[in-house]
């Protein structure tokens, strides 16, 4: 089992900064690919960032030059983070943390309980 929490989120205005963080406990050496999805009021959730195997990066064309995702995996940390600059309004949404967990040939994927950002004036 992976536990996921997520922190950061909050109210800022069109074209503001924020940055949200997530912490993974328990079976992390099962961790293959870790990052983030969001779910906007009545839509269906979607991919915004995510570490895939080999380190590899993959961002939605929506974020693309706007949004960074980092990791902090020293001193026993398992952090990842989403770097948001000029944030939008259609970027409000419920910002969820997924971390795959792989065990031989099969995977499980765990969620966060998700942190809302708000994009409003």
């Known amino acids: 089992q992976v536990r996921l929490v997520e922190s950061g989120g909050g109210l800022v205005q069109p074209g503001g900064s924020l940055r949200l963080s997530c912490a993974a406990s328990g079976s992390i050496f099962s961790i293959n690919a870790m990052g983030w999805y969001r779910q906007a009021p009545g839509k269906e959730r979607e991919l915004v960032a995510m570490f895939t195997s080999g380190d590899s990066t993959n961002y939605s064309d929506s974020v693309k030059g706007r949004f960074t995702i980092s990791r902090d995996n020293a001193n026993a940390k398992n952090m990842v983070y989403l770097q948001m600059n000029s944030l939008k309004p259609e970027d409000t949404a419920v910002y969820y943390c997924?971390?795959?967990?792989?065990?031989?040939?099969?995977?499980?994927?765990?969620w966060g309980k998700g942190t809302l950002v708000n994009v409003s004036s």
């Open positions: 997924r971390a795959d967990g792989w065990y031989g040939s099969t995977v499980e994927y765990y």
